[in-house]
């Protein structure tokens, strides 16, 4: 994905490397600054990871049915086509994350079941258990996360809306589905 982005960004395309080993991977326009050199907050996991903590990242859904975020693994699953998305204005591209995705957790395959910041709600998927927030940084701005929408506008929305779950444990915003 970011291999694409590159020629928007004046930024060349590298033949030969993989999205993370090319030069825009960790580009300064992806790097928030909110994000620093220490350990993601809320991480459990044995090792303990220095590098920066926060990018801007891909709203990433698992096979695209249902359709769950605008980007998925390929090739199985062809590009999303943009008319497919009825109101961009309120249809999640990219958020803070970790690395370089956030896991949607309206896919059924990343909902949330666990609570790794231990306020009684659960807010990661099992897949990934010590990892918080699938892959996302949605507190680093003042307990909230700056979310670009397809139609290209930002919007910082508070942790507790965004991460926001159901009895059924679904969450609830509507950023995070591209079809409603």
Not at 34 to 41: A, C
Not at 87 to 112: E, L, Q, R, S
Request: glycine letters at 10%; one cysteine or more; aromatic letters at 16%.
């Amino acid at each position: 994905m970011f291999q694409k982005l590159a020629p928007y960004v004046a930024k060349p395309t590298e033949a030969g490397k993989n999205f993370a080993q090319a030069d825009v991977f960790n580009w300064e326009l992806r790097r928030c600054p909110g994000g620093n050199t220490g350990p993601v907050p809320f991480y459990r996991g044995t090792d303990k990871p220095t590098a920066w903590n926060c990018w801007v990242g891909a709203h990433f859904g698992a096979y695209g049915n249902p359709l769950s975020g605008p980007f998925y693994y390929g090739p199985n699953t062809p590009p999303l086509k943009a008319s497919r998305i009825k109101k961009p204005v309120d249809a999640m591209t990219f958020m803070d994350t970790i690395t370089h995705y956030v896991y949607a957790p309206a896919d059924p395959n990343y909902g949330f079941t666990l609570d790794l910041n231990g306020d009684g709600k659960a807010d990661t998927m099992p897949t990934y258990p010590d990892t918080p927030f699938n892959s996302g940084r949605p507190t680093v701005h003042n307990n909230g996360d700056n979310v670009t929408l397809l139609d290209g506008h930002v919007e910082w929305v508070s942790f507790k809306k965004l991460w926001e779950v159901n009895g059924a444990k679904k969450v609830v915003h509507s950023f995070w589905y591209l079809e409603d």
